[in-house]
C-alpha cells in the first residue's frame, strides 16, 4: 500500500455534504461496535477523479450486518440484509443508497459460477476485484479517516490511464469483466495495459463469455448502452471478438456507422428537447438490429427477456424506419399530416436512427420541424366537445379527431375557435346536418 496518502481534503471536496457525514458516521459506528469499516471500490476511483454522482460502497472488517443496522438507525433509514452473503443495503428514504459488505474471500467452485463467501479482510477483497483502478479503499476509522489504501498500485494507473487487471486468471474466473474493461477504457479514455490484453484476447478465443449468464451478460450490456460513449464500446467489443458473443446474428459492419454517429444524434435531439433518458440503450438496441430479420431481432430481445413493450418498439422500428426515411426524404412538397403519420409509426426509441441516417442538413432540419410540430399541435377539441355537440361516442369520434389534427398539422386550422368550426363542419359532411340521436 501506497504510505502516507490521506485524501480526507479531496473527499471534503468531491463529496457531497450528506455522503461526507455518511463516511464520517460509519467510521465512528465502526469505533463503537469494535470492527474496522472503508469505503471501497469504484468510490475511490470517483473521489480520485473528482467525479461526482457516486455511489458509496463499504467494507467492514467484522460484521457488515450490524454496521449496516447502526448506520440505518442513525438516518432513519431501511437496512435490506442478505445474510448468505454477509452483505447489506442501506435505503434512505429518498432513494439514496449505501451498499455494505463484509470482507471476504470469494471461491470460485467453477468458473463463473456463483462465488461461494467465506469471512476474511480488506485485503482479500480488494484483490478479488476486476481492475487496479477499483480496487483502492479509503480508511474510515479514527485519526486514519482519509488514508488511501492502495495495494495494486490503482491510483498510478488512475493517472497514467491504464486499465489493468490483478491476477492473470481474471478474465477466466469472471468474463464479464471482459465488457467492463472496455466499458472503463471508453468512459474514461483510458489504455488497456499490454499484458491485460493480451489477458483479454486469449478469454475471448477461449470463448470464455459462452459460460456467463444471458441475465448476467445483459445488466453489464446494458449499462454500456447507457453511456455516452456506447458507440465506441461497441466498436471496441467488435475489435476484440466479442460482438458475436453479445449479438449473435448481427453483422457488425451493417450497423457501424450508425452505432459511430448515434451519440451524436441523442445530443442534438436533446439539445431539440426530445431527450431520450433512461431509454437511451433502447436506442442503441434498436439501431444495433435495424438492418436484421425480424427473426434475428426477436431472438435477442428474447434472450435479453425485453419486456413485451420493449420488443413492440423493436419490432415496430425494424419494419417502419425505411419507410419513414423515404417518405422525410422525398423532394418537393410533402403535408406535414403526411410526414407525421409516418413517424408515428416509429417509437420515440428510434428517433436516433432516423436522425443518424437522414444524411443532409434540410432533411434533419425537416426531421426537427416536424418534431416540434408534432408536440405542440395537439388540438385543444377532444371527445368531450364532439359529445357535447350531441354525437354519440363511436368511430366518428375518431376520425373527427384524426381530421382535425391533420387540418393543424397543415396549418389549415390555427386555434381551438377554427378546430370546433372544423369539427362540425366535418360530422356534418361526413354525417348529415345535425346529430345522430
Ligand atoms: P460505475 O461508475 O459504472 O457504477 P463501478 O466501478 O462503481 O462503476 P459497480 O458495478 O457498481 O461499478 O461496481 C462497484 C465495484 O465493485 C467496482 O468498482 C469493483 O471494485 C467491483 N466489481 C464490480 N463488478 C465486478 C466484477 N465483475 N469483478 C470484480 N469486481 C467487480
Redesign the pocket.
Known amino acids: 500500500a501506497t504510505a502516507g496518502t490521506n485524501i480526507s481534503e479531496l473527499m471534503r471536496q468531491v463529496l457531497a455534504p450528506r455522503e461526507w457525514d455518511i463516511l464520517r458516521r460509519a467510521g465512528e459506528t465502526a469505533a463503537r461496535l469494535g470492527c474496522r469499516v472503508f469505503a ?4 475511490v ?2 473521489i480520485l477523479l473528482q467525479a461526482g454522482n457516486l ?1 458509496i ?1 463499504l467494507v467492514v472488517e467484522g460484521d457488515g450486518i450490524a454496521l449496516a443496522g447502526a448506520l440505518a438507525g442513525a438516518y432513519g433509514a431501511q437496512v435490506r440484509a442478505h445474510r448468505r452473503f454477509g452483505t447489506a443495503e442501506v435505503l434512505f428514504p429518498d432513494g439514496f443508497k449505501v451498499d455494505v459488505a463484509t470482507a471476504r474471500v470469494e471461491f470460485y467452485e467453477y468458473p463463473a459460477a456463483l462465488p461461494r463467501v467465506e469471512s476474511s479482510c480488506l485485503r482479500h477483497d480488494l484483490y ?3 481492475f487496479t483502478i ?2 483502492m479503499a479509503v480508511d474510515l476509522n479514527g485519526e486514519n479517516f482519509g488514508d488511501l489504501i492502495d495495494f495494486f498500485g490503482g491510483r498510478q494507473d488512475l493517472q497514467q490511464g491504464l486499465i489493468r487487471v490483478l491476477y492473470n486468471l481474471s478474465f477466466i474466473e ?1 468474463p ?2 471482459l465488457l ?1 474493461a472496455v ?1 472503463f477504457e471508453q468512459r474514461y479514455g483510458f489504455k488497456i495495459e499490454p499484458q491485460t490484453l493480451k489477458l483479454m484476447e486469449e478469454a475471448v478465443r477461449r470463448e470464455v463469455l459462452t459460460r456467463v449468464s444471458t441475465e448476467r451478460l445483459w445488466e453489464e450490456l446494458k ?1 454500456i448502452l447507457l453511456e455516452k460513449e456506447a458507440g465506441r464500446m461497441l466498436e471496441r467489443l467488435h475489435q476484440l471478438g466479442m460482438w458475436p458473443f453479445v449479438f449473435p446474428g448481427v453483422t457488425y459492419w451493417e450497423v457501424q456507422p450508425v452505432l459511430h454517429d448515434l451519440g451524436a444524434a441523442m445530443q442534438a435531439l436533446d439539445e431539440w428537447g426530445f431527450a431520450t433518458g433512461h431509454d437511451s440503450w433502447l436506442c442503441y438496441f434498436i439501431a444495433v438490429l435495424h438492418w436484421s430479420s425480424p427473426e434475428t431481432a426477436r431472438a435477442l430481445c428474447e434472450r435479453y427477456h425485453l419486456s413485451k413493450r420493449q420488443a413492440g418498439k423493436v419490432v415496430s422500428s425494424l419494419s417502419s424506419w425505411q419507410q419513414v426515411l423515404s417518405l422525410l426524404s422525398r423532394r418537393g412538397e410533402v403535408r406535414n399530416s403526411e410526414l407525421a403519420r409516418g413517424l408515428l409509426l416509429l417509437p420515440p426509441e428510434a428517433y436516433p436512427l432516423i436522425l443518424t441516417l437522414l444524411d443532409e442538413e434540410w432533411l434533419k432540419e425537416r426531421f426537427r420541424q416536424l418534431l416540434l410540430l408534432l408536440k405542440e399541435s395537439r388540438p385543444s377539441v377532444d371527445g368531450n366537445f364532439i359529445r357535447s355537440l350531441g354525437y354519440r361516442p363511436g368511430p366518428v369520434f375518431r376520425r373527427a379527431l384524426d381530421a382535425v389534427w391533420r387540418a393543424r398539422l397543415d396549418g389549415l386550422v390555427k386555434n381551438s375557435e377554427e378546430e370546433k368550426a372544423f369539427v362540425k363542419e366535418f360530422l356534418s359532411r361526413h354525417y348529415g346536418e345535425g346529430p345522430h340521436d
Do not use: C, L
Open positions: 471501497a471500490g469504484g468510490v476511483r470517483d455511489d460502497d478479488r476485484r476486476d477499483n480496487a469472471d464479464i469483466r467492463r466499458r449499462h
